[in-house]
T-cell receptor
Framework: GQQVMQIPQYQHVQEGEDFTTYCNSSTTLSNIQWYKQRPGGHPVFLIQLVKSGEVKKQKRLTFQFGEAKKNSSLHITATQTTDVGTYFC?????????????FGAGTQVVVTP | SQTIHQWPATLVQPVGSPLSLECTVEGTSNPNLYWYRQAAGRGLQLLFYSVGIGQISSEVPQNLSASRPQDRQFILSSKKLLLSDSGFYLCASAITSKNIQYFGAGTRLSVL
């Protein structure tokens, strides 16, 4: 079945540095979504990528969808303490039409001042 | 936009007691609804989903059940809680034409 894998599982970043987290799928995806969960909070939708090779930016966050639509990345520039949290990628389950999403295990980001 | 209401925010229950968690949705009609469980520091495990009133699908066999008595109401229940039922329970809603899911604030359940 479809698997969505995220790496790294943990990311310790010095404030001001850049980092990238990756999401890989075993199958071609129709779209991919990214969510952020702050410590103690709930997942919040960030963005959806649909087109092959698509790149979208939200301030210091850059999201990319691979050309083969089997992988995605999230790059954060000049990390701030507000970036702390767990970032999940999620993709529609290919065998399902009821909107179920396959979530990756997440990348937990810790920012050191 | 959708607003997902979940309550209570935290709950401590003894083993063997019943459970009822409620989720209601505002701002949309006929949403797809989902219950997830998240263990501490872990990912999201889909428990149940519903595409309409009275239509429930279970993803994993367990001690829990779900019901959807109204279009925008989703209830998670158990007759007898187990220690392993502890976790962070999240309700999510999605409009049927899109996959994007909106989450409630969640309920932290501790079974002692």
């Amino acid at each position: 079945g479809q698997q969505v894998m995220q790496i790294p599982q943990y990311q310790h970043v010095q404030e001001g540095e850049d980092f990238t987290t990756y999401c890989n799928s075993s199958t071609t995806l129709s779209n991919i979504q990214w969510y952020k969960q702050r410590p103690g909070g709930h997942p919040v939708f960030l963005i959806q990528l649909v087109k092959s090779g698509e790149v979208k930016k939200q301030k210091r966050l850059t999201f990319q969808f691979g050309e083969a639509k089997k992988n995605s990345s999230l790059h954060i520039t000049a990390t701030q303490t507000t970036d702390v949290g767990t970032y999940f990628c999620a993709a529609p389950m290919t065998t399902d039409s009821w909107g179920k999403l396959q979530f990756g295990a997440g990348t937990q980001v810790v920012v050191t001042p | 936009s959708q607003t997902i209401h979940q309550w209570p925010a935290t709950l401590v229950q003894p083993v063997g007691s019943p459970l009822s968690l409620e989720c209601t949705v505002e701002g949309t009609s006929n949403p797809n609804l989902y219950w997830y469980r998240q263990a501490a520091g872990r990912g999201l495990q889909l428990l149940f989903y519903s595409v309409g009133i009275g239509q429930i699908s279970s993803e994993v066999p367990q001690n829990l059940s779900a019901s959807r008595p109204q279009d925008r109401q989703f209830i998670l229940s158990s007759k007898k809680l187990l220690l392993s039922d502890s976790g962070f329970y999240l309700c999510a809603s999605a409009i049927t034409s899109k996959n994007i899911q909106y989450f409630g604030a969640g309920t932290r359940l501790s079974v002692l």
